[in-house]
């Protein structure tokens, strides 16, 4: 008699876990109709052991939002305000003397940074000891391609060693469609890889389908656009990292799409690429003040589970980040035990998304202390890392990257292509 298993049963896939078989779709799909959420910590944690022990990440980072005027409408989108035609900010900015903003205090409904003030906040962030900064904006319809070249050139020029992450592929698109005459996207990122910019950002990905890209960002880049850009990327010598944001009218089926087109696009980069994406960050929908407001969001368990699947799922990608801005401090801290390896950083200011409280300050920060508390709590040990996961070493107000480590993190070593 032929033994059925029941669709939610994880003994076929626990086997190849165990294994290091790649998972299928449909394993994918039962993971996520599994009600079995130990179950599918437990084989996220296989791997994610296997990967990095016991190591957890973190790093000394700043965000900076240098705008939020945005052309696109998208639904699931609090961050962007429209741009009305009047008088204005860009031509402010491209005299390099932007809206006074404090850069720590509460800012205007919308805004957008000179040049100068994005400089200023990443070398504050460099005498704080930062050794990155995460900027991106909303897509700006005045702004020149030049103010993207000199915000790089000018954060180099005041903090040298600071590593640059800097505009989602959707950004990317927008610079190649205002330059003229029209840049190709390598030319593009060309241009500000000689002006200081160290790798890509994952945003911008949200879900890779048609169905979901036509009901809720319709006007923005999809599938091919971002992968085109990722792509390049990665042909050229830039690295960057792969988003998913879910919990808003994606079904479960749909994110394990997107998660197996990012693995094929990965085994590509690692076989055939001088670099690849170093980390995936599933982004957990935060509804409020959105056009999508009236959605639930994910509840922890989806966060847990879709954190775990994500580990399961991209067996060619090392690093999975819970991102604490969107799942939480305290969830990010559980997940360290439900395949995740990485909370991101200090952060300081985030503009794009708050958990509690939307509207006003987005002064969103966590002390390296706080930080290492939530680690050592699950009894995993904290260790410091660039934006390219190598180890970083403190003396005094010094740091330094130790060398030896940085073989055994980067993806490809630690990664191969299936
Ligand atoms: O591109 C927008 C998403 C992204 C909402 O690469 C939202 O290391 C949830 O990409 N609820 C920006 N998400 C953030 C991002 C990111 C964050 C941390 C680390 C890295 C990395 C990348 O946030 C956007 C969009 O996909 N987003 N609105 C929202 N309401």
């Known amino acids: 008699m032929k033994i059925v298993s ?3 049963d994880l003994s076929e896939i626990a086997a190849k876990v165990e294994c290091g078989d790649r998972l299928n779709y449909d394993d994918g799909v039962r993971l996520f109709a599994s009600p079995d959420i130990h179950e599918i910590g437990r084989l996220a944690n296989i791997v994610r052991d296997r990967l990095h022990g016991n190591a957890a990440y973190y790093n000394i980072n700043r965000h900076i939002n240098y705008t939020n005027f945005c052309v696109l409408r998208c639904k699931f989108c609090s961050f962007y ?4 035609a009047k008088a204005g900010p860009a031509d402010q900015a491209k005299a390099g003397n932007g809206r006074s903003i404090s850069l ?3 800012q205007p409904d919308e805004y957008e940074l000179s040049v100068d003030q994005v400089a200023a906040n ?3 962030a460099a005498d704080g000891g930062a050794t990155e900064v995460h900027i991106v904006g909303g897509l700006h319809p005045k702004l020149p391609f030049d103010y993207y070249l000199d915000m790089c050139r000018a954060i180099k020029t005041v903090a040298p060693r600071l590593h640059i992450k800097a505009f989602t592929a959707i950004e990317i698109i927008h610079f190649t469609r205002i330059t003229k005459p ?4 390598r030319e593009v990122l060309e241009q500000l ?3 200081g910019l160290g790798s890509l950002p994952g945003g911008g990905a949200e879900i890779f389908d048609d169905r979901v890209h036509d009901e809720a960002y319709k006007n923005k880049v999809g599938e091919a656009g971002w992968f085109d850009v990722h792509d390049t990327a990665h042909e050229i010598g830039v690295p960057s990292n792969a988003t998913m944001l879910y919990g808003h009218i994606e079904r479960p089926e749909e994110r394990i799409t997107h998660m197996i087109k990012l693995r094929e696009h990965q085994d590509v980069s690692l076989r055939e690429h001088k670099a690849a994406f170093n980390c995936f960050i599933p982004l957990s929908f935060i509804p409020d003040d959105s056009e999508l407001a009236h959605l639930p969001g994910p509840t922890g ?6 954190l775990a699947i994500s580990r399961l799922m991209l067996d060619n990608i090392a690093h999975i980040k819970a991102f604490w801005i969107m799942q939480s401090a305290k969830l990010s801290q559980i997940a360290l035990d439900w395949g995740v390896d990485d909370i991101d950083g200090t952060v300081v200011q985030y503009d794009i998304t708050k958990r509690e409280g939307g509207a006003g300050n987005r002064h969103q920060e966590m002390t390296i202390d706080q930080l290492h508390r939530l680690i050592r709590e699950t009894g995993r040990e904290p260790i410091e890392r660039d934006t ?3 180890r970083v070493e403190r003396q005094g107000g010094d740091w330094k990257i130790v060398a030896d480590d940085c073989e055994n993190v980067s993806p490809k070593n630690r990664i191969q292509s299936v």
């Open 301 to 306: 368990l989806d966060d847990l589970k879709t």
């Open 81 to 84: 305000r429209p741009y009305s």
């Open 193 to 195: 890889r000689d002006a």
């Open 182 to 185: 029209r840049l190709s996207i």
């Open 388 to 390: 390219l996961y190598r």
């Open 122 to 124: 990443a070398k504050a």
């Open 104 to 106: 720590l205090s509460d």
């Open 6 to 8: 029941s669709p939610t």
